[in-house]
């Protein structure tokens, strides 16, 4: 799994890569600290090359939208493939923030 951060002023592109398990979720916890501790106020991410998320992943994903939207920030998944589109909205994670499919 690949994880690269794009800054644009205010903006950041996050291209997840491969499949976010429990083993690996340290790495999107490293990535989405360094952006809640910059700049940033507006996260695009793009999960169309991501195959899975795991639960871990999620919970990390949850709680930064929780930390990043207290400080004002937005977030929303700009691609993700067909498999992470449908658990974003099993989860009903499309209620929180915008969801669109690659």
Not at 31 to 52: G, H, P, Q, V, Y
Not at 65 to 82: L, N, P, T, W
């Amino acid at each position: 799994m690949s994880i690269d951060l794009t800054y644009d002023d205010k903006t950041v592109l996050m291209k997840v890569e491969g499949i976010l398990t429990s083993d690996n979720s340290y790495l999107l916890q490293d990535k989405l600290t360094e952006i809640l501790n910059s700049e940033a106020t507006n996260l695009e991410m793009d999960f169309l090359e991501c195959r899975n998320i795991s639960s871990t992943g999620i919970g990390k994903i949850l709680l930064f939208y929780k930390d990043f939207a207290a400080k004002g920030g937005e977030m929303e998944v700009i691609r993700c493939s067909h498999s992470v589109y449908e658990l974003f909205s099993m989860l009903k994670l499309n209620q929180l923030f915008t969801v669109n499919l690659g």
